[in-house]
């Protein structure tokens, strides 16, 4: 069975800072997505970024990129020039072939001004 | 476009009563998820809709919980009857269903606490 684990709870980072939000996985599957989701204390979860399993290449959004290590089964987060606005709840999340999605069990992001 | 709909957002009911959730997904998504999110953990998928067919429900208790896609389009997530340990939130989600297209997106939730 696939298992996620994110080993930080807790994570601090000063405004315009860059901070990376770690996440591993366990799978015997060979293509899959990964994907961080967002969770703002308003309890929508929003799409941050995803990951391909056989690009090889990291994802990016803007701010946001990963670092896939497909071998060490490792897809951290980093956040660039952090913003008050990216204080949530960040999930890592693996997605199986039948499209169900298993959450880590998050890590608080908090921003400081 | 619209996003996922979710009603009511909060309930608050005592312990072996009845309750009843409504999502409405992403117009043309064929997939549609309920997932149980307990406070302090991620969310934990409770049952699969592909169009009006169950996909997966290995994690659903049946003995409480039931859903329902009657028409392929809204679903209606059941419990009955709750216990202290359902509290939490239930979020619903929707997927196009398309290969290549299988990013979900969420609606905001309902929070459950009983009493």
């Known amino acids: 069975a696939q298992t996620v684990t994110q080993s930080q709870p807790e994570m601090s980072v000063q405004e315009a800072e860059t901070v990376t939000l770690s996440c591993t996985y366990d799978?015997?599957?060979?293509?899959?997505?990964l994907f961080w989701y967002k969770q703002p204390p308003s309890r929508q979860m929003i799409l941050v970024i995803r990951q391909e399993a056989y690009k090889q290449q990291n994802a990016t959004e803007n701010r946001f990129s990963v670092n896939f290590q497909k071998a060490a089964k490792s897809f951290s987060l980093k956040i660039s020039d952090s913003q008050l606005g990216d204080a949530a709840m960040y999930f890592c999340a693996y997605r199986t072939v039948t499209n169900k999605l298993i959450f880590g069990t998050g890590t608080l992001l908090a921003v400081q001004p | 476009e619209a996003g996922v709909a979710q009603s009511p957002r909060y309930k608050i009911i005592e312990k072996r009563q009845s309750v009843a959730f409504w999502c409405n997904p992403i117009?043309?998504?064929?997939?549609l998820y309920w997932y149980q999110q307990i406070l302090g953990q991620g969310p934990k998928l409770l049952i699969q809709?592909?169009?009006?067919?169950?996909?997966?429900d290995s994690q659903l208790p049946k003995d409480r919980f039931s859903a329902e896609r009657l028409k392929g389009v809204d679903s209606t997530l059941k419990i009955q009857p709750a216990k202290l340990e359902d509290s939490a939130v239930y979020l619903c989600?929707?997927?196009?269903?398309?290969?290549?297209?299988?990013?979900?997106?969420f609606g905001p939730g309902t929070r459950l606490l009983v009493l």
């Open positions: 809709f592909q169009n009006n067919g169950v996909v997966d």
């Open positions: 117009s043309g998504h064929a997939t």
């Open positions: 989600a929707s997927s196009p269903g398309r290969r290549g297209q299988e990013t979900q997106y």
């Open positions: 799978t015997s599957e060979s293509d899959y997505y």
